[in-house]
């Protein structure tokens, strides 16, 4: 039996509450680093999990009791490949050792939270629901342990504010969380009351709260002014509501996040709601050659603006590069087949 989504604020499923929480590069911290150690807060911070992963293996062999790279293995094995079960079951092994052995080390709660995130996104979603309040309670006791950690209140923020009463949701929590931080983190409260504002659909509210943000150097507040900028954006997008809006959301990404592939992929989607083609393809292409460029259906869109200009060689050649993506959204993959399909 087909278990139905269940309804959450602003009629998004737990599901999708669930991805927005899990989103990649949501680690490290605004105002108080999730590693003391440098090297392992630099590496995390940059998303460099594989070498985090080398680093951290090195160091437990050297000292098992390491609480620091205990966790950071955990986070490493959850996020450098996040479609391979068995990594990620790997990483959920560890972060419950770190858990065990390090009970009052906020890194090793903060890597368990990650991990049990990651892990729901490919529950089945009556598992899923009974899993959310295991990973509020973990998100809780992370910011017992240091009340100072951006991710983990931003996290159980956007938790409280997305999940329905019935299952622990609860704005007047979140404003708790961000009244907290107003004046020690005036930045870490903002980004909340984006996420607040954006449940509650004010938009304008949500804008303004959002175009306020300082650039950030962080990974983490990169991260939620990615995902609160394109949630922002779509909004604008949908229907040609408000083109000009979304193109400035998508150029303030692309000049304060030059490195990140969703300011270009924004700006194309733009693009070919105006039906720019050739505008879009070259955004496209700019966005294909970014570090988290699998991060977005890249090229089954090049596969389309490509078809759209009658280039059927290339538009081929794009599809199938999405099709044999370990990375490529489900949700894509049918649509992108049968275009290719069509071509052959």
Known sequence: MTIPFLPVRGSRSLFNTMAALTLLGTLGTAHAAMFKDPQLESLQDAAKYSELEQLAQTRLRLNPGDAESSAALSLALTLVDTSDAKRLEAGARQARLCVEQHALVAACHVAAAQNLGMQMLNMGMAKAMRSA?????????????????????????????????????????????????????????????VFIAAEDKKWAEM??????????????????????????????????????????????????????????????????????????????????????????????????????????????????????????????????????????
């Open 133 to 193: 309040g295991t990973l509020k309670e973990t998100w809780i006791r992370a910011l017992e342990l240091d009340p100072g950690s951006f991710t983990a209140r931003v996290q159980l923020a956007k938790l409280y504010v997305t999940l329905p009463g019935m299952m622990g949701g609860s704005i007047s929590k979140a404003k708790d969380l961000e009244a907290a931080v107003r004046s020690s983190q005036p930045e870490t409260a903002r980004i909340i009351r």
């Open 207 to 344: 804008e303004s709260e959002l175009l306020a943000l300082k650039p950030a150097k962080d990974g983490a507040m990169r991260s939620e002014v990615r995902e609160a900028s394109q949630q922002l954006a779509k909004v604008y997008l949908k229907d040609s509501k408000d083109l000009a809006k979304a193109r400035s959301l998508y150029e303030r990404l692309q000049r304060d996040q030059p490195t990140s592939a969703i300011g270009f992929y924004g700006m194309s989607r733009v693009c070919a709601a105006q039906g720019q083609t050739d505008e879009t393809i070259r955004y496209l292409e700019r966005a294909r050659a970014l570090s988290d460029a699998d991060d977005y259906p890249i090229d089954h869109r090049l596969g389309d603006a490509y078809l759209v200009k009658g280039d059927k060689v290339q538009a081929r050649a794009a599809y199938e590069r999405f099709l044999a993506s370990k990375r490529a959204n489900p949700a894509n993959l049918d649509s992108a087949r049968k275009s290719l399909n069509q071509i052959n």
